[in-house]
């Protein structure tokens, strides 16, 4: 089982609308996640974090985190085309003591369309 | 912009030969982490170095290997080449503590190994 779950999509959404992006975790001892947006030929550009159960928002951004679930999710408003990029799901796991090496999950392809 | 830069950014190698891959970081980020992304996955982490010193290693063999130098400078090391090593090499680096979570990448080293 993969430690960081994404559907690959593509998710295709109309310019302005909500875009929902998924991620699931198998350890339940993680506690922190990043959500990277990376454009094709590029590198992750880190969008944000959350630690705690619930919601976080920044900007057209919110991220939610559901520890008993093991899910997290970001949300993303009044979306661009510019939007239109793969989005990267991360976490370092449990603390172990030994580096913080960030998981992946695959990531999500998303299109907002015209 | 991050602050972390890569060299080269791209790279041509035949398979048998050595690769060193170069990566500058800003003042002050003491922790340094390489990932290694094939196309169409996320980024596999390979190994991180903390003040000189490796601080936890990912699933590479020991024909990747690394350094760190005290300008906040790094290399990885990737010795007798397979074409399974073509990928997107990434670094990323960390603001001071040794557990500090959050990552920042480089553009990255695209090597084609033929």
């Known amino acids: 089982q993969k430690e960081v779950e994404q559907n690959s999509g593509p998710l295709s959404v109309p310019e302005g609308a909500i875009a929902s992006l998924n991620c699931t975790y198998s350890d339940r001892g993680s506690q922190s996640f990043f959500w990277y947006r990376q454009y094709s030929g590029k590198s992750p550009e880190l969008i944000m974090s959350i630690y705690s159960n619930g919601d976080k928002e920044d900007g057209r951004f919110t991220a939610q985190l559901n520890k008993a679930s093991q899910y997290v999710s970001l949300l993303i408003r009044d979306s661009p085309p510019s939007d239109s990029a793969t989005y990267l799901c991360?976490?370092?796991?449990?603390?172990?003591?030994?580096?913080?090496?960030?998981?992946f999950g695959t990531g999500t392809q998303l299109k907002v369309e015209l | 912009e991050t602050g972390v830069t890569q060299s080269p950014t791209h790279l041509i190698k035949t398979r048998g030969q050595q690769v060193t891959l170069r990566c500058s970081s800003q003042?002050?980020?003491?922790?340094v982490s390489w990932y290694q992304q094939a196309l169409g996955q996320g980024p596999q982490f390979i190994f991180q170095y903390y003040r000189e010193e490796e601080n936890g290693r990912g699933n590479f063999p020991p024909r990747f290997s690394g350094l760190q130098f005290p300008n906040y400078s790094s290399e990885l090391n990737v010795n007798a080449l397979e074409l399974d090593d073509s990928a997107l090499y990434l670094c990323a680096s960390s603001p001071s503590g040794r557990d500090e979570e959050t990552q920042y990448f480089g553009p990255g080293t695209r090597l084609l190994v033929l």
């Open positions: 003042s002050g980020h003491n922790t």
């Open positions: 991360a976490s370092p796991g449990p603390p172990t003591g030994g580096g913080n090496k960030l998981t």
